[in-house]
């Protein structure tokens, strides 16, 4: 639920707050309701997300917790509903309090969301990019002995086009039947 007024949260709730570029920020996970709320931080799944206001979802909403390490070093903790998600940088605060009551209160990790796990989506990366490289070699092997530029370079090019294309499919696939599996448990 999106809004632009605080919902009541009670003093008891585990709070992670933060400050960044004169903006407030935050987390709060109300154990004893079991809800989530997120301020200024919540990104939504749509064509033109924006992070303003609060949102709110039942703790049974989150599909995935990780905290993992970001590319250029610093740790982030990702939090991930049906709706869209949030991304925690430790640089700008301890969101220790709150992983630690997410892991306890949230359901266990959704496979079916295995794409947004770092680990996941860094080797699905690199998968496209050998299947790139095996389009390359196969578009330069099955051009004519006696081509010119243009034709080498048609074929190199759909070669690579297909093996992009063809990784994304592949792991388009592999995502909808891990989704399919875990809607079935």
């Not at 940088?89 to 306890?104: G, P, V």
Request: charge should be neutral; include cysteine.
């Amino acid at each position: 639920m999106n809004s632009n007024e605080r919902p009541l949260i009670p003093d008891d709730a585990v709070a992670c707050e933060f400050s960044w570029l004169g903006k407030d920020y935050g987390v709060y996970v109300d154990v004893a309701s079991q809800n989530i709320h997120f301020h200024n931080c919540f990104v939504p799944s749509k064509l033109f997300p924006s992070t303003e206001g609060w949102f709110s979802f039942p703790v049974s909403d989150i599909r995935f917790v990780y905290n993992t390490r970001q590319y250029k070093g610093g740790w982030v903790l990702m939090i991930g509903t049906s709706g869209g998600g949030a991304r925690i940088s430790r640089m700008h605060t301890d969101y220790s309090q709150l992983y630690a009551t997410l892991t306890k209160v949230a359901p266990p990790n959704d496979p079916g969301y295995l794409m947004s796990n770092p680990v996941v989506s860094f080797l699905s990366a690199a998968g496209v990019f050998i299947l790139a490289a095996c389009g390359l070699f196969a578009g330069w092997f099955l051009s004519p002995p006696q081509s010119n530029d243009m034709i080498l370079g048609v074929c190199v090019t759909s070669g690579i086009a297909i093996g992009v294309v063809g990784g994304f499919v592949i792991i388009s696939i592999i995502d909808r039947f891990l989704k399919a599996m875990y809607a079935r448990n």
